[in-house]
């Protein structure tokens, strides 16, 4: 006989153990069960803990519901030759000093990354068909991760195709298997607007973007049964993306079809920039919705005030090309009206009757007044003289001016004329037509002039109205004080008197800069007095005292 008191079984279970069991019992119960049985409980639970092997096997490349196309009629080549080239030839030159074993294909949503994936698996399993191949998609394998992982452990050479990477960048264990020299890993990442850190846990040796070429985006079109003349229009408007081009386009063509069955004339780039091209259902998955941060990022673009390293996470996102430019119209425009468009546009500019437009004149002194100069002054350096050239101030009135525009008015910038290869630098349409032409330093007037006289714009229906503005340095003085007002308006008037014609004169307006780019006049033609008259100060002069 042994005196004191013993201890319950339940006193010596662990937590898990316990948790477990208090799902069907409580510990009188279980204290009331014989060793036999608490053996045979202890045993189930054991096996739960412990799940059936993930099978490997299954992890393939699958086309069609999964986004992906069949590799028997993928068309692209350029990026999945140059991703072949780098990978080691044969299984015993994953060895070999200098193997890159290690790569990532990674761009935008929609830019084909998995169709290039599903490629790279055709091949990699003819190239190495004595190892195993494995296919993970790991957004729909994250639940599994830690299982699949502790497999491929036990697997020591193979080769791993990760589609969607980036939805395990925080889990290192499973990048971990890819540190030596026996496992080939060949990743896709999505880099969105909602990713701010895609920072990888692991170095890939070869980094390539998903990006068309532009000999494959014509390719492209013409099986969308697009017209050879106009390609570059459509590579202008929707980049390299492959998903723009393949879920967009097909839309496009339908709305103009729809057009021209009412109005035969019309252009294919005013199908494009009428504001339903905007609206598209499919574009939540090309463009995602943005996040606050990210709406403030692009708003200190459009303030000149956006760093380096946030330039580079827009070229990643597909938002900006590697010159820190919008990457095409398209993204341009759909994030323009996200974040500024107003639902209800300045009323003084746009009058209550929706059939009026306002003036070019008007048009100029809006868009001027809103011109953002921080932009202007960084972009100006991209100009071997520091002054801004013509596309620049085409882009900068473009955006400025956008901010007023209704979103049912079309309006572009490098508008396609009809029946020619001539562009018109802003075009503003509602039944009546507004076209601006920008020139700087006074190149050619006479010849701007001439395309809307009798020339190469002779179609655009403009009822006698437009507007050419030539844009300068006001003198070789740098601020606008120095200038006296007088100076300024002998400048702009010299600007007139060269024109040949009264005509020309009034379709015509001068907008003098200062040298430090900070500030502006815009000066227009006035018929009675039949000289120059100041018509806007930009910024107004609310805003910044301009004084003699």
């Not at 697997?155 to 589609?163: E, K, S």
């Not at 920072?199 to 390539?208: D, G, I, L, M, R």
């Not at 943005?290 to 990022?297: A, C, G, H, Q």
């Not at 003098?512 to 227009?524: C, E, F, K, Q």
Request: hydrophobic fraction near 35%; charge should be negative.
């Amino acid at each position: 006989h042994r005196s004191g008191s013993m201890a319950a079984p339940w006193d010596g279970l662990d937590e898990a153990y316990r948790t477990w069991l208090l799902e069907d019992m409580t510990s009188e119960e279980y204290n009331k069960l014989g060793p036999v049985d608490r053996r045979t409980i202890r045993t189930q639970f054991q096996q739960q803990q412990q799940p059936s092997a993930f099978p490997l096997q299954t992890l393939i490349y699958h086309c069609g519901a999964r986004n992906g196309v069949s590799p028997g009629s993928f068309q692209r080549r350029v990026v999945v030759n140059e991703i072949l080239g780098l990978l080691p030839e044969s299984l015993a030159s994953f060895n070999h000093d200098g193997s890159k074993l290690r790569c990532l294909c990674y761009g935008p949503p929609g830019s084909g990354k998995t169709s290039i994936m599903g490629k790279l698996d055709e091949v990699l399993r003819a190239r190495f068909p004595t190892i195993p191949v494995y296919f993970v998609r790991c957004g729909e394998l994250k639940g599994i991760r830690e299982q699949l992982t502790n497999q491929l452990t036990g697997v020591p050479t193979c080769v791993v195709l990760a589609d969607d990477v980036q939805e395990w960048y925080d889990f290192g264990n499973f990048f971990a298997l890819f540190k030596g020299t026996n496992r080939l890993l060949v990743a896709a990442a999505t880099y969105s607007v909602e990713q701010f850190n895609p920072q990888t846990p692991v170095e890939f040796q070869v980094k390539k973007k998903s990006n068309l070429t532009k000999q494959e985006a014509s390719a492209l079109l013409s099986r969308l049964n697009v017209d050879q003349e106009h390609h570059d229009d459509m590579i202008m408007w929707f980049g390299d993306n492959y998903g723009r081009f393949h879920l967009l386009v097909p839309t496009l063509l339908q709305r103009w079809n729809e057009l021209k069955a009412t109005k035969p004339d019309t252009t294919l780039a005013e199908a494009f920039f009428r504001a339903e091209t905007m609206e598209d259902p499919v574009s939540g998955r090309l463009i995602p919705h943005l996040s606050t941060k990210m709406r403030e990022i692009l708003k200190l673009c459009w303030m000149g005030k956006m760093d380096t390293e946030q330039s580079k996470k827009l070229e990643r996102y597909g938002v900006f090309d590697e010159h820190g430019q919008w990457s095409c119209e398209y993204v341009r425009r759909k994030y323009f009206r996200d974040i500024f468009h107003v639902s209800r546009p300045d009323s003084a500019l746009f009058e209550d009757n929706p059939g009026s437009l306002p003036t070019e004149l008007n048009l100029l002194k809006k868009g001027f007044e809103e011109l953002n100069w921080a932009q202007l002054k960084m972009c100006a350096g991209s100009s071997t003289s520091g002054f801004p050239i013509e596309d620049i101030w085409q882009a900068e009135f473009y955006g400025s001016i956008g901010q007023f525009i209704p979103r049912e008015l079309t309006f572009c910038k490098e508008h396609v004329v009809a029946q020619t290869d001539n562009r018109v630098d802003f075009v503003l349409r509602n039944g009546s037509t507004r076209a601006i032409e920008f020139l700087t330093n006074s190149r050619d007037v006479a010849g701007h002039h001439i395309k809307f006289e009798n020339g190469s714009y002779r179609t655009l229906r403009l009822s006698g109205t437009y507007l050419v503005v030539d844009i300068k340095p006001w003198d070789s003085l740098p601020e606008l004080h120095d200038v006296s007002n007088g100076d300024r308006l002998d400048t702009a008037n010299a600007c007139f008197t060269a024109l040949a014609s009264e005509k020309r004169r009034r379709h015509h307006a001068v907008f003098l800069i200062s040298n430090d780019l900070s500030s502006g006049i815009l000066y227009a033609y006035d018929a009675t007095t039949k000289a120059a008259v100041e018509f806007a100060r930009s910024p107004p002069p609310r805003d910044m005292d301009i004084s003699e």
